[in-house]
């Protein structure tokens, strides 16, 4: 297994470089980068032969594609719902920044052409997972901007989840034979977690990533006292999409499902 975690700085131009086809993360087969944005500043995005996701983390921003143009704003990630622009090879989105902003963009190899598309919170309402399960430990909330079912002519899916104080999300441990990409913020800029990917773990901390290659277990947790925010980044494989009935939990816990705790 190569490098599963990293903590990767924005340069003075503002762009953070998670995954790239060719850096230590290539087994992720995307390209993952974070930009800050000064208030007037804007930045085009135009991809041939790969499709690109842009999602707003925070800030307000003009969106531009496709003859099309929206003002959209976030608090945060963990008040308010997320915006996303999704397009194929060789279409533009514009990101024109109103507020100071900050964005991520996925992208990954995608020859095939499809209507642009813009997510709204409302397209993506968060939905709690593992209520009263577990001790209640593993509450957390969940969306999906888009997978295989919403948008199958995409070779990735795009997501989010916010673990409650002191909660683990991931969990059960859980595998999928396609690569996932996580990356973390903080409600707090000290806040801090524990990430796992097969036997290793590491500190997340606001901003940093884990890259998990396929077939690894991947649970995680939050520090007591503090939110986590996950954009969580699927790449599916040739012939073989990741589907919300993929999550193959660990035979060794399943018997977790049926245990009694005491609260």
Same mark, same amino acid.
């Given at each position: 297994? $190569? ?14 470089? !998670? ?12 390209? =993952? ?23 707003? !983390?925070?800030? &307000?921003?003009? %969106?531009?594609? #496709? ?7 976030? &608090? ?44 709204? /919170? ?12 577990? $001790? ?13 079912? =919403? ?27 396609? /690569?996932?990409?996580?990356?973390? &913020?903080? #409600?707090? /800029? ?5 990430? %796992? ?11 940093? %990533?884990?890259? =998990?290659?396929?077939?690894? !277990? ?5 520090? /007591? ?17 990741? !589907? ?15 245990? &009694?705790?005491?609260?």
């Amino acid at each position: 297994m $190569g490098k599963v975690f990293g903590y990767p700085k924005f340069d003075e131009n503002g762009e953070k470089i !998670l995954t790239t086809y060719d850096n230590e993360y290539s087994a992720m087969m995307m390209d =993952i980068r974070v930009y800050r944005m000064k208030a007037g500043e804007t930045r085009s995005f135009r991809k041939e032969g790969e499709e690109t996701a842009v999602l707003l !983390l925070a800030g &307000k921003i003009v %969106f531009r594609f #496709d003859g099309q143009e929206k003002e959209v704003s976030r &608090k945060d990630v963990f008040t308010e719902g997320p915006w996303a622009v999704h397009v194929c090879t060789g279409q533009e989105v514009s990101v024109e920044a109103v507020t100071e902003a900050e964005i991520l963009v996925q992208s990954t190899k995608n020859e095939k052409d499809f209507a642009a598309k813009l997510y709204a /919170p409302e397209d993506a309402p968060w939905g709690y997972s593992c209520v009263g399960k577990f $001790g209640n430990v593993a509450k957390r909330r969940v969306n999906t901007i888009f997978d295989h079912d =919403i948008a199958p002519w995409s070779n990735m899916v795009l997501g989010e989840v916010l673990n409650d104080r002191g909660n683990w999300s991931g969990y059960l441990p859980h595998r999928h034979p396609q /690569p996932e990409t996580y990356y973390f &913020k903080f #409600d707090h /800029p000290e806040g801090f977690g524990a990430s %796992f990917v097969g036997d290793q773990v590491f500190k997340s901390t606001d901003g940093s %990533f884990s890259a =998990i290659p396929g077939g690894e !277990l991947h649970p995680q947790a939050v520090a /007591p006292g503090y939110q986590m925010y996950t954009c969580w980044m699927i790449r599916h494989l040739d012939g073989n999409p990741w !589907l919300q009935t993929d999550r193959c939990e660990d035979e060794k816990y399943v018997w977790l499902h049926d245990a &009694k705790f005491d609260e």
